[in-house]
């Protein structure tokens, strides 16, 4: 059983379109992260968000808008998606300690594709 | 930033051999070294994971080693068996920021 909930499992939309993605954990995390990975590849950070602040931006597209409205909840708004934007959007969660790193632990995924 | 490189990228054992997987990392703020197994389709799950202040750690047949000096680490599995056939990531991480190596597909030949 995944502790980390993400919904939708597949989501398929056109360019143009305007979709968010969901993610939920009740471990009590104060860390919450979006990745992105693309078939074959390791997973990679898009966004960090610590104490529903955002503390770390990988230089991600504007047409990826994250939001952490509670300690509980994650999206990823999406617009104006690209092609090469397809992949699989992994949300994880974490304990926050300031300086040491906690374990990571993923949900299941959305698998995303843009026609 | 920080730059995690594994190697090898594809590696074949027979059921009952010793697999080992090895990683090197650039950043030497890096304080937490976890290692990751994804099956296909499948989320990342966590097998093993060691922090900076320790050499070694076991849990059953895996085992993780950590060179801070050198800035390497390695994962080894012991007694392989085929439901190990997966890939496995290795990462490096401070604070909140985490970063995987390229992956290792492991193939466990019955």
């Known amino acids: 059983d995944t502790e980390v909930t993400q919904t939708p499992k597949h989501l398929v939309m056109g360019m143009t379109n305007k979709k968010s993605l969901k993610c939920e954990q009740h471990?009590?995390?104060?860390?919450m992260y979006w990745y992105k990975q693309k078939a074959k590849k390791p997973p990679e950070l898009m966004f960090v968000?610590?104490?529903?602040?955002?503390?770390i931006n990988e230089s991600v597209p504007s047409r990826f808008s994250p939001e952490c409205p509670n300690s509980s909840l994650l999206n990823l708004h999406l617009h104006a998606l690209q092609p090469e934007d397809s992949a699989l959007y992994l949300c994880?969660?974490?304990?926050?300690?300031?300086?040491?790193?906690?374990?990571?632990?993923f949900g299941d995924g959305t698998r995303l594709s843009i026609l | 930033g920080e730059n995690v490189e594994q190697h090898p990228s594809t590696l074949s054992v027979q059921e009952g051999d010793s697999a080992v997987i090895k990683c090197t990392y650039s950043?030497?703020?890096?304080?937490?070294f976890p290692w990751y197994k994804q099956e296909l389709g499948k989320r990342p799950q966590l097998i093993i994971d060691?922090?900076?202040?320790?050499g070694e750690k076991k849990d059953q047949r895996i085992a993780v080693t950590l060179n801070k000096t050198a800035k390497h680490f390695s994962l080894h599995i012991t007694e392989t068996q085929p439901e190990d056939s997966a890939v496995y990531f290795c990462?490096?991480?401070?604070?909140?920021?985490?970063?995987f190596g390229a992956g290792t597909r492991l193939t466990v030949k019955p």
């Open positions: 994880a969660s974490s304990q926050d300690r300031g300086g040491a790193a906690q374990p990571q632990h």
């Open positions: 471990m009590g995390h104060r860390a």
């Open positions: 968000y610590s104490y529903e602040k955002l503390s």
């Open positions: 950043d030497s703020a890096s304080n937490y």
């Open positions: 060691i922090r900076s202040n320790v």
């Open positions: 990462a490096a991480s401070k604070n909140n920021d985490m970063r």
